[in-house]
């Protein structure tokens, strides 16, 4: 079934959503004017984001989010992430949240912040039947000591509404095992842990998310498919991969989806999930991307609930709460 009404009501969980990445051009565009700030070299003239490739979409994304500078102005793009995750059947979702963005790694800033974006989520959530966890993240790329920085914040307000820790970021930079002593604070708080890893970098960054992080889900992940033993140990661990084909077919990680490995990693046992990342972006949605797995590997209906079922089963929230979502 192709039918894009069908598969947009289509009860969906995503896992792996850059809260900032969510932001349509035309909510940043006018958040600029408001403010009367410049952005120069963010947008092409169709009003898309620009950007060429991995390094300087991370750039242009920096610069679209230096226009949000209040708590208000995260609770009106937490608003706006909600209407359009409902509008793509989305009933649960947790997105990735940076203290370094909001609130500069203060931890008095980012507690306003995070409490204007739980109140949005909260009031916004009820009407619009969709449920929303924070999971804070650190930036590779900003280096370990705002890392934990980053991770103090996750750790002060660890609790029912945030409910994990990450890392995004350049790949290219460092190691995993650099942020091991943010991560180890974040799990004593009770956090639950994701790191990108398999994107830019091959299966080793995979295994190191795992072995040194100790994470039990990996954003992206999709170049594990690339050793067969790290693959058996992925489905020995069940670990689950928050797989975001759009974004990597946008970024080039691959040419096309029909060359991308969700299939096999699928096929061969691994907890695959699926989500945006940054749809603006990348120009999809969930029901994009649901489409788009149905036209090239034929994913139906039953396949899609078991992808949901994956999904609600690897959230971060508590047991309660994943009670309540399928
Ligand atoms: C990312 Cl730091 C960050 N923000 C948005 N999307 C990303 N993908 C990888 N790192
Ligand atoms: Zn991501």
Known sequence: ?????????LPKVELHLHLEGAAPPAFIRGMAKEKSVRLDNVFAPDGSYDFRDFGHFLQVYEAATSVLASPEDYARLTLAMLEQSAENGVIY?????SPDFCGGGDLSAWKEYLQAMREASEEAGKSLGITLRGV??????FGPDKARRAAMCAAETAGDW????????DEARGSQRDFAYSFDMAREAGLKLTSHAGEWRGPREVEEAVRDLG???VGHGVRAIE??????NLVEKQIVLEVCPGSNVMLGVYPNLGAHPIEKLRERGVKVTISTDDPPFFHTSMADEYEQLARTHGWDAARFAEIARTSADAAFCDEDTRAGIL
Request: overall charge negative.
């Open 1 to 9: 079934e192709h039918d894009i009404s069908v598969i947009r009501a």
């Open 93 to 97: 979702s947790e997105t990735f949240i």
């Open 136 to 141: 804070v993240t650190c930036i590779r790329h």
């Open 162 to 169: 945030i409910v994990g820790f990450g890392m995004g970021g």
């Open 215 to 217: 994470v039990s889900r």
């Open 227 to 232: 050793d067969p033993r790290l693959v058996d």
